[in-house]
Every structure is written in structure tokens, then in C-alpha cells.
């Protein structure tokens, strides 16, 4: 009797063990995914012919549809059962990556990025979910951080493996070498997980889900597109603003007099909540801005290989890891001297990013980074606590999907501003600066000013528009870091605004 216990003792531990290596690789792939996608936009914007404010698309509608199906998590799991939905998910998920990789054009990849957005947004919540579910309370800590763990290292994964990737044989096989670690994280799951949670699912506002995904994805195609529309002087813009407003107000109108509203807008009373959303918000639009702006800078503007980016990317990654040595006792302490020292570190690194000129070095691009993310890892904690602080706790989940959601609607919105003033600051500074190139400026006639610009040889005339494009398109990234930086400082003073005391506090 005592070995046939043992014997199934073991076999327990040995299923748990593997059920968690399995649901790991399944959030690894989610992240490495988005940070491979930054690192490669350079080489995918070329391959597609593709202009930078249209490549941007292959990120934010990732985004956007990851905000649009992280809510339905809930509902879908109770419809289907956890492992039914988890290997769904897991399938549909590495099936799409591949097909990102073969994409031939544009609007093709974009589909297929929105495809994987939808497929992989349940991963995180769901798998967060089933740890909590399966695992017997006393081990939740140790599992919790250990899947936390390979969740951060999917980013700095992701950047190195993308960049030498990339390098080495192209961007499509940076998709294509992810399939295999999701098929057998689908085998895992397949094997190790059982069923649950069917016959749980409540009943889904239709009407308040349809509105605000209508209303938040023709914002995000109104910003896309409107730049090269120009703006206001296109219907198409027009129609989608209508159409972005129309939605908003039938979900507003909705949301209030429904007695089941797919997201309750009364929770948005409550102080501390409310201003846990902006603080989520804005945590959302510092997120992964810099990830996009980069790869461009450093290859356009530098010629760095696409492996020395990822590498310099990852130091991000390694922020968010060293942050949590402190974030847990910071936050104990106090939850909004915590969310301050996040934003303030967010305020350091943007200045430092909007300081850098076209003499950068690799230790300039890895301490921004490596500030960026450890910011972003003092911020999320008590940004949650905070929120969380005075909700009850059946309203938890549906706190917790509006958070998310706007975390990542942050994100892509933010991201289209800040690409579309890169855009828009090139152009302008570009016919700037061209106004000095030619025959009537007195100084080309002063070899020792003039150097080797000689703007009477086209050679010498073309060489002098390159580089005035590199000064223009530098002084638009500055201008896009110092946006950044005006955003972070945007939390200073909501900071004065939350409840303290016993009102916000970690939960015991």
C-alpha cells in the first residue's frame, strides 16, 4: 500500500510539473511573438513595401484585437471547458503565427496578426486561471512566479531570438521556428490538463460587446489610416469617426440602463478604481512604444543588424526582471509612492531617449531600455492594488477586463500617435532643412563650412537629401520620446487624487 501511494504521489507531482511547463511554453510563444514582430518591422516594412506608418498596423491591430477578446475570456471557457479552450487557443495561435510568416503582402499579414491577437489574448488570464484552479493553495506562490518568470523572459526571448533570426535567414522563419515550441506546448496541454469550467458560462451582452468593438476598432482605423488619408479631407476618415461615435454612445447608453451590461460603467464611481484605469491606461501607452520605435531608428538611422537590436531590446526584459527584487515590499509599503517611482523612472528613461542624437551608442539604447522595463515592473503591482483596493470582490473580473482592455487600447493608440508624429516631424524638418541646400545659401561657397557638400555635383546633392532625411527623421524620434516622456509625467498629479490609509493596501 505505502509504494502504490508513493507511486501515485509521484505520478501527481510529476503531472503537475509537466501541466506547468506546458501552460508556460504557452504564454512564452504569446510573448516572444510580439517582441519578435518589433524587432523584424524593419525588414518586413521593406519586404512588403510597405511605408513605416503602415507597418506600424502589423502591431497596433495585434493589439486591438488582443484588447477586443481578453473580456470574453470568461465566458468562452465556461461555453467550451478550460482544456478545450486552452488547446483551441494554443492551436489557433501557433497555426496563425505560421501564417504570418507566409503572408505576402501588407493587408494580408495584418489579418493574420488580428487572427493571432484573437486566438492568443485568453493565454495569459486562462492560464493564470487554471494554475490557481489545479494546484492546491500552499504551492500558488511558487507557481504563480514561476510561470511569471518565463512569461518576462518571452519578451527578452523574443528580441534576441527575432533579431539573429532575422538576420540570419529573413523575418518570415522568426514566425515560422515559434510553431514548434506551441505544438508542444498543445501536446502538453492535451495530455496533462483536464476538463473544467463547462456549464459555467453566464449569459453575454451582445449588444454592449458588439458596440465597443465596433467603437474601439474604427478609432484605431481612423488613426491609421488617416495620415495618408489626410485626416478630415477623406470620407473614409469621416465615415469612421461617425461610425467610432455611433458605437460609443449606443455601448454608453447601453451600458447604463442594461441590468446585465457586458462592462458596468457603474464600477467607475468608485475613486480609486477609476483612477486605477487612467494609471492603466497610461501604463499601457508606455508599454510598448519604445519596442516599436527602435528597430527603425537603429537600422534606418544606424544600419545596426537586426541581432545587435534584439539584443539591445532584451535589456528591457532584464529591467522587468530586476524590478521584481523591489516591487512587492515597495508596494507594501505604499502602493502610490510605488506608482510614482515607476513613472518617475519612465520620466528618466524617456529623457534619456529623447536626448540621444546620431552618435547614439549601445550603451545609450540598452540603459533606456533596461529603465523602460524596469519601470514597467514597478508600475503593474501597484497599479492593481490600487485599482482593486475598495472593489468587492465579485466585481473583480469584471474590473479585471476592463483594466486589461484598456491597458491595451493604450497601447495602440498611443503607438499610431507616436508613428504618425515620427511620420509627420520627418517631413516637416526634411523641407526645413532643405531650404539651406541650394546655390543662394553664402555658405556653400566656404569649403571649410561646406566640407564635402558640394551642392553643384548631384552626387554630392543627393548625399546632401540623405542626410538631411536621417537629421529630420532623428529630430522625429526626439519629438516622439518627448511625448512619451509628457504622457509619463501626466501621473504625477493623479497621484494626489487616490485614497491612502487603510483604503489601499496588499491584500493578506
Not at 517582441?35 to 498596423?57: E, F, K, R, Y
Not at 496578426?113 to 504551492?139: C, E, K, N, S, T
Not at 461610425?243 to 446585465?260: I, K, N, R, W
Not at 533596461?370 to 503593474?380: D, E, H, R, S
Amino acid at each position: 500500500m505505502t509504494a502504490t501511494s508513493s507511486e501515485a504521489e509521484s505520478l501527481t507531482i510529476f503531472r503537475q510539473v509537466m501541466l506547468l511547463v506546458s501552460l508556460s511554453l504557452g504564454t512564452l510563444i504569446f510573448g516572444m511573438a510580439m517582441t519578435v514582430v518589433n524587432v523584424i518591422l524593419p525588414q518586413i516594412q521593406g519586404s512588403l513595401s510597405a511605408t513605416q506608418d503602415q507597418v506600424a498596423w502589423v502591431v497596433t491591430f495585434h493589439i486591438i484585437a488582443v484588447a477586443i477578446a481578453t473580456p470574453l475570456t470568461g465566458w468562452i471557457s465556461g461555453r467550451l471547458g478550460r482544456r478545450r479552450f486552452m488547446t483551441m487557443s494554443i492551436a489557433g495561435f501557433t497555426v496563425t503565427t505560421v501564417l504570418c510568416g507566409a503572408a505576402d503582402s501588407l493587408p494580408e499579414l495584418v489579418v493574420w496578426r488580428i487572427a493571432q491577437g484573437l486566438l492568443g489574448a485568453p493565454m495569459f488570464p486562462l492560464v493564470q486561471a487554471i494554475l490557481l484552479d489545479v494546484f492546491p493553495r500552499r504551492q500558488h506562490a511558487f507557481v504563480v512566479t514561476s510561470w511569471g518568470l518565463v512569461a518576462v523572459w518571452g519578451s527578452v526571448i523574443g528580441a534576441v531570438f527575432g533579431g539573429y533570426v532575422g538576420e540570419a535567414i529573413g523575418w518570415r522563419w522568426a514566425f515560422y521556428l515559434i510553431a514548434p515550441i506551441g505544438i508542444l506546448s498543445w501536446f502538453g496541454c492535451s495530455i496533462f490538463l483536464t476538463e473544467g469550467w463547462r456549464g459555467r458560462a453566464q449569459r453575454l451582452d451582445w449588444v454592449g460587446f458588439l458596440s465597443l468593438i465596433i467603437a474601439i476598432g474604427s478609432f484605431q482605423l481612423m488613426l491609421d489610416r488617416g495620415l495618408r488619408l489626410d485626416w478630415f479631407e477623406s470620407p473614409e476618415i469621416i465615415i469612421e469617426a461617425i461610425v467610432a461615435g455611433l458605437a460609443f454612445y449606443v455601448f454608453l447608453v447601453h451600458s447604463l440602463t442594461s441590468p446585465h451590461p457586458f462592462l458596468n460603467l457603474r464600477l467607475l464611481l468608485n475613486r480609486n478604481f477609476t483612477l486605477g484605469l487612467i494609471f492603466g491606461f497610461l501604463f499601457g501607452t508606455l508599454f510598448i512604444t519604445p519596442m516599436v520605435l527602435f528597430p527603425p531608428l537603429l537600422q534606418d538611422l544606424r544600419d545596426f543588424p537586426e541581432s545587435t537590436i534584439g539584443m539591445l531590446l532584451s535589456a528591457r526584459g532584464l529591467g522587468n526582471w530586476v524590478s521584481f527584487a523591489v516591487v512587492v515590499p515597495l508596494t507594501k509599503f505604499s502602493p502610490r509612492l510605488a506608482v510614482g517611482v515607476g513613472f518617475a523612472c519612465h520620466v528618466i528613461a524617456g529623457l534619456g531617449m529623447a536626448h540621444l542624437d546620431m552618435n547614439l551608442t549601445l550603451w545609450d539604447v540598452f540603459w533606456t531600455n533596461f529603465v523602460q522595463g524596469f519601470a514597467l515592473g514597478i508600475i503593474y503591482v501597484p497599479v492593481t492594488v490600487i485599482a482593486f483596493s475598495s472593489l468587492s470582490s465579485q466585481d473583480f473580473a469584471e474590473g479585471s477586463a476592463v483594466f486589461h482592455m484598456l491597458r491595451n487600447v493604450g497601447s495602440s493608440i498611443f503607438i499610431s500617435i507616436s508613428v504618425t508624429l515620427v511620420v509627420t516631424s520627418t517631413a516637416a524638418n526634411y523641407a526645413g532643412l532643405t531650404e539651406f541646400g541650394t546655390l543662394f545659401n553664402e555658405l556653400f561657397r566656404y569649403p571649410g563650412i561646406a566640407g564635402i557638400w558640394n551642392v553643384e555635383e548631384q552626387a554630392s546633392l543627393i548625399s546632401l537629401s540623405g542626410e538631411m532625411y536621417r537629421q529630420g527623421a532623428m529630430i522625429g524620434y526626439i519629438n516622439a520620446f518627448y511625448l512619451y516622456t509628457f504622457t509619463a509625467l501626466l501621473a504625477f498629479p493623479l497621484l494626489l487624487l487616490v485614497k491612502t490609509g487603510g483604503d489601499v493596501g496588499m491584500r493578506r
